[in-house]
């Protein structure tokens, strides 16, 4: 486990009586927030505001994107580092590291609740899929 996932994985211990909890699911406004951080792989609240709304037609506020970023912090997605009168944030966890956590636990979550019936699903998505992507998703889960 990587420095930055063991950091997650004890915030989130911290909060959550899961011994193996998953990073929180994110809310529209979260997950661009954490696209445009993934992609520059730290800013303060202003980096983020512009960047976000030089692509959106829809203008969002200082004090909105700010309080998305530190609730983040809060939920143990973001560090948060003072540097003068700046907070800079910092992902946690690389998008791809979110990604993996996120699908381990909603699967274990259809698992548990479906049993069988899930895994069945499962299996005839699998059988559905091209061969070479069968393939590749066989040597995924060997790695």
């Not at 929180?24 to 709304?53: F, I, K, S, Y």
């Not at 530190?70 to 560090?79: C, I, N, P, Q």
């Not at 990604?99 to 699903?121: I, N």
Request: glycine share 4%; no cysteine; net charge positive.
């Amino acid at each position: 486990m990587t420095d930055a996932a063991q950091a997650v994985t004890t915030t989130l211990r911290s909060v959550s009586p899961d011994p193996d909890p998953a990073p929180p699911r994110l809310h529209d406004l979260e997950a661009e927030v954490m696209t445009e951080l993934w992609g520059l792989g730290e800013g303060p609240v202003r980096t983020v505001l512009d960047a976000l709304n030089a692509r959106s037609v829809k203008q969002r506020k200082y004090t909105t994107i700010m309080t998305i970023m530190a609730r983040l912090h809060g939920k143990g997605v973001l560090t948060r580092e003072r540097q003068g009168r700046t907070d800079i944030y910092t992902p946690i966890l690389t998008a791809a590291q979110y990604q993996e956590a996120r699908a381990r636990h909603q699967v274990t979550q259809l698992v548990d609740e479906y049993g069988e019936v899930a895994l069945v699903h499962f299996a005839r998505q699998m059988a559905e899929l091209d061969p070479k992507r069968q393939a590749a998703l066989r040597r995924l889960a060997q790695s």
